[in-house]
């Protein structure tokens, strides 16, 4: 069986990483257009799968209080994505 909670909680941890990462790899000066468009389209996945995680987390029947912990890891994705879209906008001129 498929140890949701531990999906969650690994899930969780990487996108803690992530947080502290993307804010440093859009401080650097020397990014790519290329890349910040890489880094875009990896945090929409992540987003993507996360949604399906919280999705899976209610069809299953798991308690509110995980359920608001995968709700949140996808809005912490979409506003990484979103800094992400702000940079891209801002080197596009």
């Not at 468009?37 to 029947?61: D, H, W, Y």
């Not at 209080?65 to 990484?80: G, P, Q």
Request: glycine share 4%; charged share 30%.
């Amino acid at each position: 069986m498929t140890d949701w909670i531990e999906i969650l909680k690994e899930q969780t941890a990487t996108g803690d990483q992530m947080g502290r990462e993307v804010a440093q790899m859009l401080a650097n000066p020397d990014i790519t257009e290329a890349q910040v468009k890489t880094l875009f389209s990896a945090l929409e996945k992540q987003a993507e799968f996360v949604e399906k995680l919280r999705m899976a987390l209610e069809k299953f029947g798991h308690d509110f209080s995980v359920i608001k912990a995968a709700e949140r890891l996808e809005e912490r994705y979409a506003d990484l994505a979103a800094s992400v879209a702000e940079k891209l906008k801002a080197m596009r001129g």
